[in-house]
């Protein structure tokens, strides 16, 4: 079956302007989490929605970023005014309550 | 707070060759532990996984990961690497009770010599 669709794939944007991450999740997946892979680091949590659930944030690193998942299914990562650090690749990934995470291939943002 | 710690940044082996990746982790509580791999311009692919039960776990790929409580290690091996094993390896510990909030160590990067 389809698995965690990311879109765009590659995104290039000038400092300062605002960007959208979309990311569709496996269907019936209850768990969704974006993270953050910078060039020659490991994976940071950003955020993770669980069903209906308060998501939690506590992974984002500043209030330019945002999330949401619309009707419990497609997720939308935000970052306005955008810095040259936030250049990296951005992962989502989703899941069962209790099983495995599944990456999409992820957006790799460029900051000019 | 939980922590992963994959010591080795590279790592270049032999076709053929048998192989481990080491990751150490800290966490105060039973772990849920995991291991993806990377391919360039991929996203991550689960390997194998540890719940509970047998200490030694099988993955897909040929892959087995061995946990060690006492030495708060999750241990990668593969008997004979082959050329497309060329990637990234991310060890990973799950710190809520789902086991599905990940922290991950810094990855290592793994070359096959021909």
């Known amino acids: 079956g389809a698995g965690v669709s990311q879109s765009p794939s590659n995104k290039v944007t000038e400092k300062g302007k605002d960007v959208e991450l979309r990311c569709d999740p496996i269907s019936g997946h209850t768990a969704l989490y974006w993270y953050r892979q910078s060039l020659g680091q490991g994976l940071e949590f950003l955020i993770y929605?669980?069903?209906?659930?308060?998501?939690?944030k506590s992974g984002l690193p500043s209030d330019r970023f945002s999330a949401e998942r619309t009707g419990g299914s497609v997720s939308t990562l935000t970052i306005q005014r955008t810095q040259q650090e936030d250049s990296a690749v951005y992962l989502c990934?989703?899941?069962?309550?209790?099983?495995?995470?599944?990456f999409g291939n992820g957006t790799r943002l460029t900051v000019t | 707070a939980q922590s992963v710690t994959q010591p080795d940044i590279h790592i270049t082996v032999s076709e053929g060759a048998s192989l481990e990746l080491r990751c150490n982790y800290s966490?105060?509580?039973?772990?849920?532990l995991f291991w993806y791999v990377q391919s360039p311009g991929q996203g991550l692919q689960l390997l194998l996984k540890y719940f509970s039960g047998d200490t030694l776990v099988q993955g897909i790929k040929g892959f087995e990961a061995e946990f060690k409580r006492s030495q708060s290690s999750f241990n990668l091996r593969k008997p004979s690497v082959h050329w497309n094993d060329a990637a990234e390896y991310f060890c990973?510990?799950?710190?809520?009770?789902?086991?599905?909030?990940?922290?991950f160590g810094g990855g290592t990067r793994l070359m096959v010599k021909p």
């Open positions: 990973a510990v799950g710190v809520n009770n789902a086991g599905n909030m990940l922290t």
């Open positions: 966490y105060g509580a039973t772990p849920y």
């Open positions: 990934a989703s899941s069962l309550d209790r099983g495995p995470l599944h």
């Open positions: 929605f669980q069903g209906n659930s308060a998501p939690d």
